[in-house]
């Protein structure tokens, strides 16, 4: 495996067709990413905890950047607002909770907002944090690319501890909210969690093959020191056992036919979980 003495991954460039989402690793396991409309150069900041990166990022790709979101109010994740914010004073400081360090711009669920000519619909999640949103951006037309940035609410096999929340809060963000979204839809999260979720997932799913898959390819990524995001929400219903309280396995799992029940069995259980 490389050495992990500066990063914990690579940096990764996804170019799409009417946006850019630069993976910018942060700390111990986070993640920030740049979000570059190409019709404008304008862009957006997801939780920018470490500003000089994102500063180098900026400037490396010639962008505008109008805009931080901020999924939660922790500070790996709002850390760096202040400091971004006495840099470039225009910025607006888009978040769900007044927590956030130099919030400028609060917002709600199904509230939206434009990056350039990219549409952004902010999906408020609770459960991690009271004010934790999830933020889906689209290209306007048919056909075109959508994304959400997650946060702490859905990882990649996993889900964020119920730090200010219930088991129902969980369950309405993952199943009502999110699993609405389209399969196809890039799923960008919050940490680098994703060998741990999928060893947990198959505990609970030990024969599900989609876990078995998706378990190779992300500890061959880790061992190039690459990150195993983005996945799509279609994805994570295959392989995500929160994302999967519905499924008759799960529910077996938990010992409860109950969703909502099987939610909060296997969330205690993760929290104690020592791969």
């Known amino acids: ?15 799409y067709q009417n946006m850019d989402v630069k ?18 150069k304008e862009a957006a900041i997801v939780d920018p905890v470490e500003p000089a990166t994102v500063m180098a990022a900026v400037k490396e ?32 400081i888009y978040g769900g909770d007044n927590r956030i360090g ?30 934790h949103i999830c933020y889906f951006v689209q290209a ?40 609405n979204l389209p399969e196809e839809t890039k799923v960008y999260c919050g940490h680098e969690y994703t060998v741990n979720n999928l060893k947990f997932a198959s505990v609970i799913e030990p024969f599900n ?9 992300s500890v061959e990524r880790r061992e190039k020191g690459l990150p195993t995001v983005p996945s799509t929400i279609g994805e994570e219903k295959m392989y995500n056992p929160f994302m999967r309280v519905t499924e008759p396995a799960v529910m077996q799992f938990a010992g409860f036919h109950d969703p909502i029940a ?14």
């Open 23 to 40: 993976i910018l690793p942060a700390l111990q396991d986070n993640y920030m990413y740049l979000i570059v409309d190409k019709a404008t």
């Open 209 to 217: 093959e989609d876990v078995i898959k998706k378990m190779q390819w």
């Open 140 to 179: 306007p037309g048919e056909g075109t690319e959508r994304v959400v940035f997650t946060g702490d609410t859905l990882f990649l096999g996993g889900c964020g501890r119920f730090f200010e929340g219930t088991a129902e809060q969980m369950y309405r963000a993952l199943i009502s909210i999110l699993s």
């Open 61 to 92: 790709f010639g962008v505008e950047l109008t805009k931080v979101l901020t999924t939660h109010h922790h500070w790996d994740h709002a850390g760096g607002n202040e400091k971004l914010k006495e840099s470039m004073p225009h910025l607006e």
């Open 102 to 131: 130099a919030l400028t711009q609060m917002v709600v669920h199904n509230q939206q907002f434009n990056i350039g000519n990219l549409n952004v619909l902010c999906l408020s999640t609770p459960c991690h944090t009271s004010g």
């Open 262 to 275: 099987t939610m909060k069995v296997i969330r205690s259980q993760k929290d104690n979980f020592k791969a």
């Open 1 to 15: 495996m490389r050495n992990h003495s500066t990063s914990h991954s690579l940096s990764e460039h996804h170019s």
